[in-house]
């Protein structure tokens, strides 16, 4: 009997016949769903990065029932393991195909979706279970789906989260007969998972939710030392002894370069002031003496929701990207016109 049979075999003795003739429908219908974003010219990165979870999600499960013998019996952490994940298939592929009806649609949660719940062998060598996973993982770093275009951040973040991948499934191979590698191995695949999720995305998510906070951002030059900084701080410090030490030594302090999550807060604050929702309001008075915003409107920015009439600025001294929100002003701000400090 091969795995998939056994696992199915398994299952009726867990699962109604209609959950499992759900779950069956749905790994048959992804590649519909596949098929219909691509063809689509609307289609959104909600409705791609979905599509892309649930192939990564049949990658997975296929792979681990690949893993197994047809003369051994299915290793109980591989049985768990594949269920759970294929319980949120159904929803999933609903999802899609909804998110490819209604460009507002959003998914429960945030993308990329977690690889979720890990289960274990409790210390047991379930070599079956281990081969799997790096099976998964190899196949979900090669998986061909076609990326969104996207910045060089974008790039940089993609190619930060496919190294760690990487090093952990390496880590693991190398220590494959020395302890417990099931983490470094999980960890490898909820990577590659999310990787395939945000190559489809296109769009910037928070590094830190990745565990990437430290994911490099782009290099700043010497020229452009002074590009984080208000323009009224520029006039008023640029080619002035206390001014140049100063942000000078803020750059070297960052060794002069962004995070990925500071890039992330400075595109989002241009498009949220192109719209109108943020104003400067006042510069910061200490390096980098950049500006800070006064929310006109309700937004949301590095996935926190901000009210209208409050302040917000990123500490970034020492790559801290802490966001610091006021109400009404944040102390350290100096603003622009003396009457702002009535309100």
Known sequence: MSAEDAFYTHLEHDWSQHE???????????????????????????????????????????????????????????????????????????????????PRFRVRGTLPLPLAPRMSAHGRRALAFHRGLESATRALLAHP????????????????????????????????????????????????????QLRALGQPVDPTTLGLADAPGRAVSQADRWSLSHEKAVAMLRDTPHGEQEIRSFWERKGWRLTGREERYLTQCRELEAHGAIRAFGRWAAPPYDPVFHTIEPIRILDVAVEPEHEVRLEMDEDRDELLIGAPHLKGCRPLDLSDTER
């Open 145 to 196: 789906h076609a990326a969104a275009p996207g910045s060089d951040a974008l790039e940089r973040e993609h190619a930060a989260l496919h190294a760690r991948a990487g090093e952990r499934l390496a880590q693991a191979v190398a220590s494959a007969n020395a302890g417990d590698i099931e983490p470094a191995l999980f960890g490898a695949a909820a990577d590659a998972f999310a990787l395939v």
């Open 20 to 102: 499992t003739e759900r779950c069956r429908a749905a790994i048959a219908h992804v590649a519909d769903l596949e098929s219909a974003v691509a063809e689509s010219a609307v289609a959104s990165g909600q409705a791609n990065a979905i599509a892309a979870a649930a192939r990564g999600l049949v990658v997975l499960t296929s792979s681990l029932l690949g893993a197994c013998s047809p003369e051994d019996d299915l290793p109980a952490v591989t049985y768990l393991q594949v269920k759970a994940l294929l319980a949120q298939l159904p929803p999933l592929v609903d999802a899609g195909w909804q998110a490819l009806g209604n």
